[in-house]
């Protein structure tokens, strides 16, 4: 079988459901090879900074390591900009959408609300409220979020800085987006609809 006979999901047999894991199986370990990719695509995207969106997310992600932070970290550092291509309203919650499964409550809540901190340093510039981080500040991981912005990535937009290569991280991106912590039904059951 190379296709399922089905055309709706209701019909499937047992059978064409197992072909489907078997493929989907497969689509799940080359993850890791598609998110380099897109990294790679962050090379070419949004323009006007004196380093590009890829070299400021390694920027970021080298400081982090030589900062020993642990591999979650360096990995949402890596990749807390992953959506600024697809998703420029809302990029924050892509990347964490992504790495929601590989991660822990604190880093997904980090990444997912790191571009309300990061207006801190710029929204007063452009009419906006550099303060609305503030709505946070009940959070417990408000300070970890401040941390998050002010040392992995404000700061990482500097032209001489020597950052490591992407492919210094690939062995770290393999390896930690191999195995998910949590899939969709254990989230859901873990955290609701949130």
């Known amino acids: ?78 990749f807390h900009d992953i959506g600024d291509s697809l998703a420029p309203h809302s990029h924050s919650e892509m990347a964490a959408a992504i790495l929601r499964p590989f991660v822990s409550d604190k880093i997904y809540w980090i990444v997912k609300h790191h571009g309300v901190f990061q207006m801190y340093y710029y929204a007063h510039h452009s009419g906006g409220d550099r303060n609305a981080r503030e709505a946070f500040i009940d959070s417990p991981w408000y300070d970890d979020t401040v941390r998050f912005c002010h040392h992995y990535d404000q700061n990482c937009f500097d032209p001489d800085y020597k950052s490591k290569p992407l492919e210094f991280f690939i062995p770290m991106i393999n390896g930690f987006f191999s195995s998910p912590r949590l899939d969709d039904s254990e989230q859901l059951a873990r955290h609701g609809n949130r």
């Open 1 to 78: 079988m190379n296709k399922v006979d089905f055309i709706s999901m209701e019909n499937g047999t047992a059978e064409e459901y197992a072909f489907l894991d078997n493929l989907e199986n497969q689509y799940l370990k080359d993850l890791p090879s598609r998110l380099i990719e897109a990294l790679k695509a962050l090379d070419f995207s949004l323009s006007g900074y004196q380093v590009s969106r890829l070299e400021h997310s390694l920027q970021g992600a080298t400081r982090a390591f030589l900062a020993e932070e642990d591999l979650e970290m360096v990995m949402a550092v890596l």
